[in-house]
C-alpha cells in the first residue's frame, strides 16, 4: 500500500500546486533534495574532490542501486548526464555499412531519429518504420515480417514523449534475441513509471532519465549495455576515465559500462539519482505503476467524457501519460489556463514524435501526466478546469 500522506509530505509543493507534469519533471521528494544538498555543502566545506572521496562509497552504490531498478548488474550501468546521451552513446558505438537496416517504430522520439538519419547520411545504412497494428502499438507480426540479413538494429521507444502508448517491448525483445539482432530500448517515459526489467525485456542496451517518472534531479541519466554486448563496443568518444591511458601509443578500454562514461560528473545530482532510485524502490515500483494507472484512467476517462475534447493516446492499455486536444484551443492556450489556475501540465509538439505526428495529422497535444503522489482530488481538478472552458 502507498501511504500517500507520507509521500506527499515528501514532496512539498504537492501543497500548493496540482503538479501532473511527471512526463515532463516529476517534483523531486526531499530525501533527493537533501542528498543533493548534502553534497554541495560538503564541497564547499572541503572541497569537490575529498567531498567525493568521502562520500565514495554512497556514489559507488548508485550503479547498485539502478542495477537493481532495471534488474541488471553495476557494471552493466553508465551514469550520465541525460537520456539522450546515453542513448547516443550505445547507438553510435554499433557499426553500420551500406545497406544496413535500422528498424524503429512510428512514435520515435526526436533526438533518435534525427541520430538515425545522420548516421543513415554518413553510412548509407537505412531506416525502416515499422508499421503500427490497428491499436498503435508496434506491429510485432510486421517487425517479425521485416526481419532479414541486413537488419543490424532494432531501436524504440517503449513509451512516446507524446502520449499512453506502451510499446510491446518485451515481445520485441523476443524478436531481437531469436535474430540474434542488437535491441536498444529507450525507457526514457517508462522508468519510474512502471516495471523495467531487462531481462523479462530481452533488450541489449537500454536508455533513461532521472528527471521524469523517477522524480530525480534534472541533468541525470543512465545506459544499460548487457555484459556480453559490451565488450564489443567501442564507444563513439572516450576519454582517459573511459580507456585509461596505458602506454605511449595505447589506451585500453574499462571492462565495465562505465567505458562510456567520462571523468568529470556532476557528483551531487548523481547522489540525488540514486536517492530517487532508493525511494522508488522502498515505495514499490509495482504499485507505483498500478496508482499511475488507476490516476491516468481517470483522468482519461473523465476528460473523454467532455464536450470537444479528443483524446490521443494510443494503444490497449495506455499508461499515465495523458494526451488530448481540445475543439477551439491551441495546447499552449489550455496549458497557460490550466497554470493560472495553479495546476502544471505540459504540451507535445509533434516535431518530438514528426513519423507519428503526420500519420495521425497531430497538432500540439495538451500532455498531462499524473504520479503516484497526485489524488484522485488532484485529477478531478484538472477534469473540472478543462470542463470549464468551453469549447470555442
Ligand atoms: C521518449 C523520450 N526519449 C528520450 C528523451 C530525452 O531525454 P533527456 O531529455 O533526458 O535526454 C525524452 C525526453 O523527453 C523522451 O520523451
Known amino acids: 500500500m502507498i501511504d500517500i500522506d507520507q509521500i ?35 564541497e564547499s566545506e572541503i572541497g569537490g574532490y575529498a567531498a567525493a572521496d568521502r562520500e565514495s562509497d554512497r556514489l559507488e552504490a548508485v550503479y547498485g542501486s539502478v542495477a537493481r531498478l532495471l534488474n541488471g548488474a553495476p557494471d552493466e550501468i553508465a551514469l550520465v548526464e541525460n537520456a539522450t ?30 541520430a538515425f538519419l545522420q548516421v543513415a547520411k554518413r553510412t548509407g545504412a537505412v531506416i525502416d518504420i515499422v508499421p503500427s497494428d490497428a491499436s498503435g502499438e508496434l506491429d510485432t507480426d510486421a517487425l517479425e515480417y521485416m526481419m532479414d540479413e541486413r537488419v543490424k538494429l532494432i531501436a524504440i521507444t517503449w513509451v512516446p514523449t507524446n502520449g499512453g502508448l506502451i510499446n510491446p517491448a518485451a515481445s520485441v525483445g523476443r524478436i531481437a534475441r531469436a535474430h540474434g539482432i542488437p535491441y536498444l530500448l529507450d525507457a526514457c517515459q517508462a522508468i519510474g513509471q512502471m516495471q523495467v526489467d531487462v531481462e523479462a525485456i530481452g533488450c541489449d542496451m537500454l536508455s533513461a532519465t532521472g528527471r521524469k517518472f523517477l522524480r530525480g ?34 589506451y585500453r578500454l574499462r571492462d565495465d559500462a ?67 486536444t481540445l475543439d477551439g484551443y491551441e495546447a499552449d492556450a489550455v496549458v497557460a489556463s490550466a497554470a493560472a489556475a495553479g495546476i502544471t501540465i505540459g504540451a507535445s509538439d509533434p516535431s518530438s514524435t514528426r513519423i507519428d505526428a503526420e500519420l495521425r495529422a497531430l497538432p500540439h497535444v495538451v500532455r498531462a501526466s499524473p504520479h503516484y503522489y497526485n489524488t484522485e482530488a488532484e485529477i478531478d481538478r484538472l477534469i473540472g478546469h478543462v470542463a ?4 470555442r
Not at 9 to 16: E, F, G, K, L, M
Not at 227 to 247: C, G, N, Q, Y
Request: aromatic content about 10%.
Open 217 to 250: 534531479p534534472r541533468g541525470t541519466g543512465f545506459l544499460y549495455v548487457r555484459r556480453e554486448l559490451l565488450k564489443t563496443l567501442e564507444p563513439p568518444m572516450i576519454d582517459h576515465f573511459a580507456a585509461p591511458w596505458v602506454s605511449r601509443d595505447e
Open 85 to 114: 546521451v546515453a542513448w547516443q552513446m550505445a547507438f553510435y558505438a554499433l557499426p553500420f555499412r551500406a545497406g544496413d537496416r535500422i528498424l524503429t517504430a512510428e512514435a520515435e522520439y526526436a533526438a533518435n531519429y534525427v
Open 258 to 324: 562505465r567505458r562510456f562514461e567520462t571523468w568529470e560528473n556532476n557528483y551531487a545530482a548523481r547522489l540525488g539519482l540514486g536517492a530517487a532510485v532508493d525511494y522508488a524502490l522502498e515505495i514499490g515500483i509495482a504499485p507505483i505503476e498500478q496508482r499511475c494507472r488507476v490516476l491516468a484512467g481517470r483522468l482519461r476517462g473523465g476528460l473523454a467524457a467532455l464536450p470537444g475534447i479528443n483524446i490521443r493516446d494510443l494503444g490497449r492499455a495506455p499508461g499515465a501519460i495523458v494526451s488530448f
Open 8 to 42: 506527499r509530505a515528501d514532496t512539498p509543493a504537492t501543497s500548493r500546486i496540482t503538479y501532473l507534469h511527471n512526463a515532463g519533471a516529476a517534483l523531486m521528494p526531499t530525501p533527493v533534495v537533501a542528498a543533493m544538498k548534502q553534497h554541495i555543502d560538503l
Open 388 to 391: 470549464s472552458l468551453a469549447p
